[in-house]
């Protein structure tokens, strides 16, 4: 597609796009037949697609590659290739929320813990009235479940899908089932139902302006740490590959 203007990070291609140019990609791809994919990579995921070539391989297959993670702007910097800036994946899908809202198409959510995804409606729809939420499931199963989670979530009639597994097992059941989904797109969101629903607490707007919610977030889950490790790993791996 002519639109694919993208830099490629430690061998990941990542779309060099700001909020606006993506979701105007986003509408473009939501109009086409089938189910679109997109895909939210941050340093971590980077990081471990460039160790995982079936991870690697499905974000390249993607429609659309945002760049969610501070670390991926840095690290284009570094590379003379200079993202614009960081689209984070909770803000971008929000947007297609309101967007939906307007134009009376549906969305499934799926993932996180039992009772969060109806939550995570509950709160969008008082937000957004015109939402139609064709119906919501829990991340909980077991893999000889999927497929009557697909078969539910095609029957909902959804024209979206959110998907909430957490990287990288939302993207590979995204990627797996995506000719099976009769929705017309599909993106992993990570942790923001959880977000929505009230049950993880955001960073603060001076920590994401400042692309410091891993910082937030070490603070909040110090058990993280051993996760928060990736991003100096990322950052020396990018310095080190350009000096090859």
């Not at 939210?40 to 980077?46: A, D, F, K, L, Y």
Request: hydrophobic share 40%; proline share 5%.
């Amino acid at each position: 597609m002519a639109y694919r203007n993208r830099v490629n990070i430690l061998g990941v291609p990542v779309d060099m796009v700001d909020k606006e140019t993506a979701f105007g990609i986003f509408r473009e791809i939501f109009a086409e037949p089938g189910c679109s994919m997109i895909v939210t990579p941050n340093s971590e995921i980077v990081q471990n697609a460039s160790k995982d070539p079936e991870l690697k391989s499905l974000i390249a297959s993607a429609d659309l590659i945002i760049p969610d993670g501070i670390g991926l702007v840095y690290a284009s910097r570094l590379m003379g290739c200079p993202l614009s800036e960081r689209v984070t994946g909770i803000d971008f899908l929000e947007s297609i929320i309101e967007y939906l809202s307007g134009t009376g198409e549906s969305i499934f959510f799926f993932g996180s813990k039992p009772g969060v995804a109806e939550k995570a409606a509950e709160k969008m729809k008082e937000k957004y009235p015109g939402l139609a939420v064709a119906g919501t499931h829990h991340g909980y199963f077991k893999p000889e479940e999927e497929e009557e989670i697909v078969r539910e979530i095609n029957e909902s009639g959804a024209d979206f899908l959110c998907v909430a597994l957490g990287a990288p097992k939302q993207e590979k059941f995204i990627a797996s089932h995506q000719k099976q989904l009769s929705v017309r797109g599909a993106i992993g969101v990570g942790g923001s139902l959880d977000v929505w629903a009230g049950s993880l607490k955001r960073a603060p707007e001076f920590y994401r302006k400042h692309g410091l919610e891993w910082l937030y977030r070490f603070i909040q889950q110090p058990t993280r740490f051993k996760r928060m490790l990736a991003l100096p790993a990322f950052m020396l791996r990018v310095i080190f590959s350009g000096r090859k």
